[in-house]
């Protein structure tokens, strides 16, 4: 799997991420970023980020809105 950098996550862009509880299964929650926690460029497990929902959780897929 390609890591996806930091300079690719916009604050405001559709993201996939996966969610601590959710890491073992995979299942992907898809909104919007409100920060980017990460601060390397990149990280091996992606990189992580909060939404505008409050949740956390690391970076799989940038999306477009229709998605």
């Known amino acids: ?3 996806i950098k930091r300079n690719e996550i916009k604050v405001g862009q559709y993201v996939a991420i996966v969610l ?3 890491q073992t299964s995979g299942i992907l929650t898809v909104g ?3 920060r980017i926690l ?3 460029t990149e990280h091996p497990h992606g990189i992580k980020v909060m939404l505008e929902d409050g ?3 690391r970076v799989r897929e940038v999306r477009d809105k229709n998605e």
Do not use: A, I, L, N
């Open 32 to 34: 919007v970023v409100k």
């Open 55 to 57: 949740r956390v959780g």
């Open 20 to 22: 601590k509880s959710k």
């Open 1 to 3: 799997m390609d890591t």
């Open 38 to 40: 990460t601060k390397p």
